[in-house]
T-cell receptor, first 118, second 115 residues
Framework: AQTVTQSQPEMSVQEAETVTLSCTYD???????LFWYKQPPSRQMILVIR??????QNATENRFSVNFQKAAKSFSLKISDSQLGDTAMYFC???????????????FGKGTKLSVIP | DAGVIQSPRHEVTEMGQEVTLRCKPI?????LFWYRQTMMRGLELLIY????????DSGMPEDRFSAKMPNASFSTLKIQPSEPRDSAVYFC?????????????FGPGTRLLVL
């Protein structure tokens, strides 16, 4: 079974600054995807970014980027130029692919509560 | 596109009552997932369907929970009888297998409170 660990229950950052959220995972699989989802106070789950394990290049989406270290099983999220609207819970998630039990299921970490301070 | 639609958004019921949660996936999506979110257990997968067929229901907590998908545009999650420990936010998500299948799009969730 896969596990996802987010070791920082809460973090805060000043507006316009940069913050990095940590995520580690444990799996014996070679083909998988990793995701970061954002959950603002509205409770909606919003996809922030995704990373294919077979790609060495780190994914980026505007102000959001990841540092994917496959050997270390680490997948951190960097938010640059933090904005007040970034205040939310952030969940790291793992998805096994292609065959066998558990394929296409998301396994979530416990989340990191990020507060952006004006 | 309207996105994944869930109803009701909020439900308050008394212990022992039947609760039915509803989900309409994004049109054309062939995977549908039901998740439950609680403070204690976080987000956990309950069951998922592919082409209306249940593929894995190992996350369904007990026989009081059941899910159906009678057609490609509708799914229900039923709890009968409900218990206070079922109080949680229930999310439905969908994805499309022919491209971008790895990305699940979530509905707004149903917040359930069982008294």
């Amino acid at each position: 079974a896969q596990t996802v660990t987010q070791s920082q229950p809460e973090m805060s950052v000043q507006e316009a600054e940069t913050v990095t959220l940590s995520c580690t995972y444990d799996t014996s699989e070679n083909n998988y995807y990793l995701f970061w989802y954002k959950q603002p106070p509205s409770r909606q789950m919003i996809l922030v970014i995704r990373q294919e394990a077979y790609k060495q290049q780190n994914a980026t989406e505007n102000r959001f980027s990841v540092n994917f270290q496959k050997a270390a099983k680490s997948f951190s999220l960097k938010i640059s130029d933090s904005q007040l609207g970034d205040t939310a819970m952030y969940f790291c998630a793992f998805m096994k692919l292609y065959s066998g039990a558990g394929s296409y299921q998301l396994t979530f970490g416990k989340g990191t509560k990020l507060s952006v301070i004006p | 596109d309207a996105g994944v639609i869930q109803s009701p958004r909020h439900e308050v019921t008394e212990m022992g009552q039947e609760v039915t949660l509803r989900c309409k996936p994004i049109s054309g999506h062939d995977y549908l997932f039901w998740y439950r979110q609680t403070m204690m257990r976080g987000l956990e997968l309950l069951i998922y369907f592919n082409n209306n067929v249940p593929i894995d229901d190992s996350g369904m907590p007990e026989d009081r929970f059941s899910a159906k998908m009678p057609n490609a545009s509708f799914s229900t999650l039923k709890i009968q009888p409900s218990e206070p420990r079922d109080s949680a936010v229930y999310f439905c998500a969908s994805s499309f297998s022919f491209w971008d299948q790895e990305t699940q799009y979530f509905g707004p969730g149903t917040r359930l409170l069982v008294l």
